[in-house]
């Protein structure tokens, strides 16, 4: 009878331990399984990062083109401003100049007048 209760204890031990190894055997699987996923999912970020960082790069070395160019047509603003600014005062000065001349001519057409008529009395007289 002590054999048969060894037999048994020995068969449920070998029992146990194949059903424990297919426990720790299901859980390395899983932990793989786990592992790769992981694994592919840092892969995923660190190409998204890689990307983001390469789109970082692009925008800042555009955002640099776009305050270069800004800058310039800045200082052509300026330039243009300035030029304006002398133009409108090179008009200001030919305005004045125009009407100084008109009123010099309005001058010399009325002398011309009164001498057309000094003239004609003049001739007048002398018939």
């Known amino acids: 009878m002590t054999i ?5 204890a020995v068969v449920v031990l070998a029992v146990l331990a194949v059903a424990a190894t ?7 699987a ?6 790769d996923r ?5 892969r995923g970020h660190r ?3 890689e990307a983001n960082a390469l789109r970082a790069r692009e925008a800042t070395e555009a955002a ?7 800058d310039r047509h800045r200082e ?6 300035s030029e304006a600014e002398r133009h409108e005062q090179m008009a200001a000065q030919e305005a004045e100049q125009a009407a100084s ?3 010099r001519g309005e001058r010399a057409r009325a002398a011309a007048q009164r001498h057309d008529e000094r003239a004609q009395d003049v001739e007048e007289r002398l018939r």
């Not at 048969?4 to 048994?8: A, N």
């Not at 297919?22 to 390395?28: I, Y």
């Not at 899983?30 to 592992?35: K, N, S, T, V």
């Open 4 to 8: 048969v209760i060894v037999v048994i």
């Open 101 to 103: 001349d008109q009123e």
């Open 22 to 28: 297919r426990v720790l055997g299901r859980r390395r």
């Open 30 to 35: 899983q932990q793989a399984e786990r592992r």
């Open 76 to 81: 052509r603003a300026d330039v243009l401003r």
């Open 47 to 49: 190409q998204e990062l």
């Open 64 to 70: 640099e083109a776009h305050t270069t160019q800004a």
């Open 38 to 42: 992981l694994a592919s999912e840092a």
